[in-house]
């Protein structure tokens, strides 16, 4: 089993749309973790860190459920400059292990 | 962002040559890091500096081979590269200390090999 996994994608959606993406992690003992969102051919950028409680930063919210091992992102209002491929990364002390990624395309 | 910067930008070389990547960060981080992504793949953990020690080499071919002379500055050094080296690298820096602290990348250098 991969250490971090994540709905396969693509995500093709229209403007305005609700869409979510989920992520599992194996290591129970990940301390902490974030969503990264990665345009084409740039670095990764960090998106947003994910707090027990949940968070939410202005249209995007995130979960994270430590039982369950889960973590979640939901984007509403999605517009077109939210196509990019979104990471999911879950950090173990100094190692910061990162999803494959899921790939949102936002169409008009 | 200008917190952790990385040159050259584009590097295209043969597989003779011997060249160095740089990552210099201004954040105050103590650990450092470098990332290999081939094209639409994930990214691959090449190195993890922290405190300026090598505490882990993901079994990188020798032909990669980092310096971290302290904690701001970072080196990849290259030789005698092959084709399937082309790739982003992408350097990152974090807080270790900090454990709830995300990293912070470089903009990387796109490199070719010819």
């Known amino acids: 089993r991969k250490e971090v996994e994540q709905d396969p994608g693509p995500f093709n959606v229209p403007e305005g749309a609700t869409v979510a993406f989920n992520c599992t992690y194996s290591n129970s003992a990940s301390q902490s973790f974030f969503w990264y969102r990665q345009d084409c051919r740039k670095e990764p950028k960090l998106l947003m860190s994910?707090?027990?409680s949940g968070n939410e930063d202005g249209r995007f919210t995130a979960q994270l459920n430590r039982a369950s091992q889960y973590i979640s992102l939901l984007i509403r209002d999605s517009k077109l400059s939210d196509s990019a491929t979104y990471l999911c990364?879950?950090?173990?002390?100094?190692?910061?292990?990162f999803g494959p990624g899921t790939r949102l395309s936002v169409l008009p | 962002e200008t917190g952790v910067t990385q040159t050259p930008r584009h590097l295209v070389m043969g597989m003779t040559n011997k060249k160095s990547l740089k990552c210099e960060q201004h954040?105050?981080?103590?650990?450092m890091y470098w990332y290999k992504q081939s094209a639409k793949k994930p990214l691959e953990l090449m190195f993890v500096y922290s405190l300026e020690e090598r505490v882990e080499n993901n079994s990188v071919p020798s032909r990669f081979s980092p310096e971290c002379p302290n904690s701001s500055h970072l080196f990849l050094h290259l030789h005698t590269l092959q084709p399937e080296d082309s790739a982003l690298y992408l350097c990152?820096?974090?807080?270790?200390?900090?454990?709830?602290?995300?990293?912070?990348f470089g903009d990387g250098t796109r490199l070719s090999i010819l």
């Open positions: 994910v707090y027990s």
């Open positions: 954040l105050g981080h103590n650990a």
């Open positions: 990364v879950v950090r173990d002390g100094q190692n910061f292990v």
């Open positions: 990152a820096s974090s807080q270790d200390r900090g454990r709830s602290q995300p990293q912070h």
